[in-house]
């Protein structure tokens, strides 16, 4: 962290990187041969991470915070338009697990301590 970092940009960053830590070690770890990749499309639309391999295509976006909005679902949703055939979940600073469409929406915690079965 430097002068010109602001806290949530560093939680945010923080979370991700714990997420990608914990994605690492449980696919090596249990050999589930997934590649990690980040998704964007020429218009900047994201996805954090994706998870391609013989058990699937997973897609995950990690949000800090504990409200979502309609804007925080549509890097996923432009993902399941091109790959429908991909589970999406989306992490977050929040208390309730439930599904907005074809996005499971899992709070952080709850997400990390499921991470093994959802990448089964």
Do not use: C
Request: net charge negative; aromatic share 14%.
């Amino acid at each position: 962290m430097g002068p010109l970092d602001s806290p949530d940009e560093i939680d945010g960053a923080a979370l991700e990187t714990l997420f990608l830590q914990e994605v690492r070690a449980l696919n090596d770890y249990l050999s589930m041969g997934y590649k990690i990749f980040y998704w964007k499309t020429p218009a900047g639309i994201e996805v954090d991470f994706v998870l391609y391999g013989e058990r699937g295509l997973k897609a995950f976006e990690i949000k800090k915070g504990a409200a979502l909005r309609a804007q925080d679902f549509s890097g996923l949703r432009q993902f399941l338009a091109s790959y429908p055939a991909a589970r999406a979940y989306l992490f977050y600073g929040g208390t309730r697990h439930y599904f907005d469409s074809s996005v499971e929406v899992i709070p952080i915690g709850e997400g990390l301590q499921r991470l093994p079965d959802l990448l089964k």
